[in-house]
């Protein structure tokens, strides 16, 4: 589905600037110094920031805290009285002297999903900087989207997130209907073609396979993709392949975390890292945390044996429970430290 709405978009910059010079420069060069409305944003900026001591756009005007943007401030993440607010390493918000030299974070806000990036670059570095800039390279799924890459498309050829053979997506969508290929294609040969690009021809989008260290421009597109169901190690290859991996909870402040984001799903569970050991019958996480913390539903488990997975419901409660791993539910992967997305 295509999203509508506004997105924003961080960019760390690492020159270090007072908050009135690192103010001017986002507005010269982006929107304005980084807005945080909500603990996802934080997330987002965390990520973008890795972790490092830098300028935010919240201030002091001497009667009330503001945003550089003029937003009204409806979300804190205090720490702790100086001028000027920074993110920590921790990533919890400092207010500083607004003279200090910092790092600083900008935004970009966009009504826009679907970005086309006029650059040359092959497939595997377009998906890397989609990756790194946006969400992805883009997805065409159905005629709505069809349409909306339609009207950017200026007639060449252009990267998109199909590739491989079977075809699926970059962003892991396993939703591949698209049938307008253009004549003779696809024409696998030698086992080069694999990755694709879009083209508009006469107003009608065509498919065509190319090498994938063909250099073209690309779509990238920003907002999370609607929730796909996969299997547990379906959906760890997925995470690890994407994103750190599926996700593992070891406190009360992550499990909620965690059922936030579960929220989202359209599945009545979400997978978790959690597997049981065939040989032991004990429960542990894949990605290797160790913790005493759980929140086990009270009804019995480990009664079908091996090939037993954790998953948590996705309302209703944040209880873990054990499901068959070959069912197919939505999954929450992570990046680095820090919760990532629901599909």
Not at 26 to 34: I, P, Q, V
Not at 212 to 223: K, L, Q, V
Request: proline fraction near 3%.
């Amino acid at each position: 589905a295509v999203a509508s709405g506004h997105f924003r978009k961080y960019h760390f910059v690492k020159d270090k600037k007072s908050w009135f010079d690192a103010q001017s420069y986002c507005r010269e060069n982006h929107t304005d110094l980084a807005t945080i409305e909500s603990q996802e944003e934080t997330e987002k900026l965390n990520i973008s920031a890795g972790f490092t001591d830098a300028w935010i756009g919240l201030y002091y005007d001497e009667e009330n805290w503001q945003w550089s943007n003029g937003d009204n401030v409806s979300y804190y993440n205090w720490t702790s009285s100086l001028n000027c607010t920074s993110v920590d390493s921790n990533g919890e918000w400092v207010d500083s002297d607004c003279h200090d030299n910092k790092h600083f974070m900008c935004y970009n806000e966009t009504s826009e999903r679907y970005i086309l990036i006029e650059q040359l670059k092959t497939w595997y570095e377009a998906q890397q900087y989609c990756r790194e800039h946006h969400t992805d390279l883009v997805s065409v799924k159905n005629e709505d989207e069809n349409n909306k890459i339609k009207q950017k498309a200026n007639g060449k050829p252009v990267w998109i997130g199909l590739f491989n053979n079977p075809w699926k997506w970059s962003d892991g969508g396993d939703n591949y209907t698209l049938q307008n290929w253009s004549e003779k294609q696809p024409d696998i040969h030698k086992g080069k073609d694999k990755c694709v690009v879009i083209q508009n021809k006469s107003n009608k989008l065509t498919l065509n396979d190319d090498p994938c260290s063909t250099a073209y421009p690309f779509f990238c597109y920003d907002g999370k993709e609607p929730c796909s169901n996969k299997t547990w190690e379906e959906a760890v290859e997925y995470c690890r392949s994407n994103h750190t991996d599926l996700v593992s909870i070891e406190s009360e402040q992550e499990l909620q975390r965690v059922y936030r984001e579960a929220n989202e799903a359209s599945s009545s569970h979400v997978w978790l890292g959690l597997l049981q050991s065939c040989t032991f019958g004990f429960w542990y996480w894949v990605d290797g945390a160790q913790s005493c913390y759980d929140n086990w539903a009270p009804e019995p488990r480990c009664q079908s044996g091996c090939n037993q997975c954790g998953v948590m419901t996705a309302r209703n409660g944040s209880k873990w429970t054990e499901k068959p791993c070959t069912e197919r539910f939505n999954f929450i992967c992570y990046n680095g430290k820090l919760i990532g997305f629901v599909f």
